[in-house]
């Protein structure tokens, strides 16, 4: 199915100035968020009725610590306007722990019940039901409808209703205009399937990122007939975003389709020769769900926790995920750079529905890939 950016555009705003106009931080809760609470609660969900309530307990609790995928850059600024918007929690320790690895170690350690001492963690798609099960039921999502948190809902999981995703990403195409002129770099996908672009004439990622998510736009089987067609034209196959967009940059290759905004902006920062460009191509691939969060059932500081979920996704929370992851904060902010580089495109969301999916979009399509070969200039070293 065909995903505009007019209806984001829409849908966004009207979710924004209903968030805007909600009764939020208020001292006394409403007949209606009292009736929201006890439905909540017979589902086995945690409601609060105020913001104010949130914060008092996070007062006496005064901590936070988070497991996260966020890049350590994030982590100061984060933690700095974190403070100046709540002095009364002092002691806070984040941890990057990016990696499969990690992401399978804190599972056993959640299942042994050793994960103790964190308040947030890091839900990888590829194990999110596991992980899921570690979580502590706040009604995240009802409190956010009725005003209580200021969080954008579509950031929300709408079945779980407490896992938050604050972040988003899109794939683009690098190129380096000594090699290949702006005129000819592909407006769509499909244009990488002409006769001009066969023979190692650009580089295609082993980890078909980019593949998948062009799914939601063209489901399934026309993505895998594309992935077939792809292999036939012999890419150059490389092997991870920062590595294949600095060889292009370089000049060793003209262009690839397994970059990501925030890789090609820094890229592009650092390039003195005005060689190195970047287009987004439709539809464009986005990860509208990314960095999902969850507060664990084993939290020591939970509604401290809350009051994090709830700073990353304000407006001063995504202006430091732009500034410094960078270009990473979520298409569902109005104003936000992903935002503003789909607007106009056609649109292929990840979101909830495809966001567990994801990984396995990604096997079939390596299937109908072939046994690809990454080049010996394009291994990692």
Known sequence: MRITILNKIVGSFTLFVFLILAPTHADAASPTLQQAKKEAEAKGYIFFTTHDEIVAMAKKEGKLRVMTSLGNQNFKPLINGFKQKYPFITDIYIEDIS??????????????????????????????????????????????????????????????????????????????????????????????????????????????????????AWGLERTLDFARKLAAQQPVWGRGANRVTLAIAVGEYSLGIDSTLGVVTRVKAKDRTGNFSYKVVDPVPTMAIDHVNGILNTADHPHAALLWLEFLTSTEGQEILDKYEPLTASVFTPGSAIAQAVRGKEVSAIDWDHHTKFEGYQAKIVEALGFPIVDEKLKAK
């Open 99 to 216: 990696g499969r690895d990690n992401y399978q170690r804190i599972l056993h350690e959640l299942q042994a019940g050793q994960a103790k001492g964190w308040d947030l963690v890091h839900i990888p798609p590829d194990l999110a039901k596991e992980y899921m099960a570690y979580l502590m039921k706040h009604d995240v999502l009802g409190m956010a409808e009725r005003g209580v948190l200021k969080i954008h809902p579509k950031m929300i999981h709408p079945v779980e209703r407490n896992a938050v995703a604050p972040t988003s990403d899109i794939r683009v195409v690098p190129y380096n205009r000594k090699l290949i002129s702006d005129d000819k770099v592909p407006a769509k996908f499909e244009d990488l399937l002409k006769p001009e672009f066969k023979g190692k004439k650009f580089v295609a990622d082993l980890r078909p990122l980019t593949l998948a998510g062009l799914v939601p």
